[in-house]
């Protein structure tokens, strides 16, 4: 008995003195990004080809990050100056976590490549469940040597470097997985302070949310300014320049209490519902989806009447979670369809505030890498 006592006794203090060693959150500025840095940024997006881009966005049947693979997806096709197709590295629908269910996708990549042999113009490169694919990484492979441009976002990063098209370059990606990023592809100069980094045909980016500005840009490379704000001012974005206060997202004491104590309160899980009709704004439903799922105390269900798939504002297949007719008020998430798609993610953080109090709300926001100002828009 004393050996045990005495044993619990030495792992709480292991424990105790491991959470202290941890660093307090940190307050930061993004510093400024210089006008001829911009400017080379869109000067390596542009299109090699005189033709229409096609931009294929991949993902793994088994579980690819569900705003990684929707948001791009939605914020490119509202833009209209490309042809966009969702992939699936093999038959069937891709998955989605930590919410959404699934997606019907476009074609797989075997499909992709028989109706466009000589490749896509951009390829979109989600977090996956996986990085080790080899069907995505070869691939990827022969869709670089074809001349694509691969844009990894967040954890996609690891999948690009799995694949060796991060040898020798700089990079960037989300937070919690630089480590093991830049321990498996040593020769990468990481940069901070960048939302994303574009080195030749290469871009990565910051965590979940950095895909809005990264399209954004992409959009402008593509169509020019006037047509990236348009698109801004839809999704009620300010600006999507590549500024970024890497130091301020990181393992912190409070972000390491705050999810222990929420896996700890086991017995308070909630079940949110959030209806899918046809038109769906997706940019909206996937980042309110993917923020309820990540506060270690809820998850996101998405609901229809039947099991078909729901075609969302630009044409995305979603296979509801559940099949219900409706859902109990108090138990349902609003994407504010009245308001832009990115305040809808402002105010549901803000709701997790006020459901689970405000630190909850900012590991949510860490896991996101979103630079949340906690005042409703």
């Keep these: 008995m004393w050996g045990l006592i005495g044993a619990v006794i030495v792992v709480a203090g292991g424990f105790g003195l491991w959470l202290a060693a941890l660093p307090s959150d940190m307050a930061a500025s993004a510093p400024p990004v210089p006008a001829s840095e911009t400017a080379a940024m869109l000067d390596a997006l542009q299109p090699s080809r005189k033709r229409r881009p096609v931009i294929a966005v991949i993902g793994l049947n088994d579980a690819t990050e569900t705003t990684d693979y929707v948001v791009p997806t939605g914020i490119l096709r509202r833009a209209d100056v490309a042809?966009?197709?969702?992939?699936?590295?093999?038959?069937?629908?891709?998955?989605?976590?930590?919410a959404l269910n699934a997606v019907e996708p476009d074609a797989t990549i075997a499909e992709f490549d028989a109706a466009h042999p000589d490749g896509a113009d951009y390829v979109i490169v989600p977090a996956m469940s996986r990085d080790d694919d080899p069907a995505v990484l070869a691939w990827l492979r022969q869709q670089s040597d074809k001349g694509a441009i691969v844009i990894a976002v967040c954890a996609g990063a690891k999948i690009v470097g799995a694949a060796g098209l991060l040898d020798g370059r700089r990079a960037t990606t989300h937070w919690y997985y630089l480590k093991d990023l830049l321990r498996r592809s040593p020769t990468i100069e990481y940069v901070a302070d960048r939302r994303f980094v574009i080195d030749g045909n290469v871009a990565t980016t910051t965590g979940i949310t950095a895909s809005v500005p990264m399209m954004l840009t992409l959009i402008e490379a593509v169509a020019g300014r006037k047509k990236a704000e348009a698109v801004a001012q839809d999704l009620g974005v300010d600006r999507w320049d590549a500024r970024h206060a890497s130091s301020a997202f990181r393992f912190s004491r409070s972000f390491a209490t705050t999810v222990l104590g929420n896996l700890v309160a086991f017995w308070n899980r909630d079940a949110f519902g959030i209806a899918l009709e046809p038109g769906i704004d997706e940019v909206a439903l996937a980042q309110v989806a993917d923020a309820w799922s990540r506060t270690y105390q809820s998850k996101a269900v998405t609901f229809a009447a039947s099991t078909s798939a729901i075609v969302t504002a630009n044409g995305i297949r979603?296979?509801?979670?559940?099949?219900?007719?409706?859902?109990?008020?108090?138990?349902?998430?609003?994407?504010?369809?009245?308001?832009?798609?990115?305040?809808?993610?402002?105010?549901?953080?803000?709701?997790?505030?006020?459901r689970y109090g405000q630190r909850t709300a900012r590991v949510v926001a860490m896991q996101l890498e979103y630079p949340w100002a906690e005042t409703v828009p």
């Design 318 to 354: 979603i296979l509801p979670g559940l099949v219900a007719e409706a859902w109990p008020q108090e138990r349902t998430v609003s994407i504010f369809p009245d308001r832009r798609p990115e305040a809808a993610l402002d105010l549901n953080l803000q709701a997790i505030a006020g």
């Design 83 to 98: 042809d966009v197709l969702m992939l699936a590295a093999g038959p069937g629908p891709v998955h989605l976590y930590p």
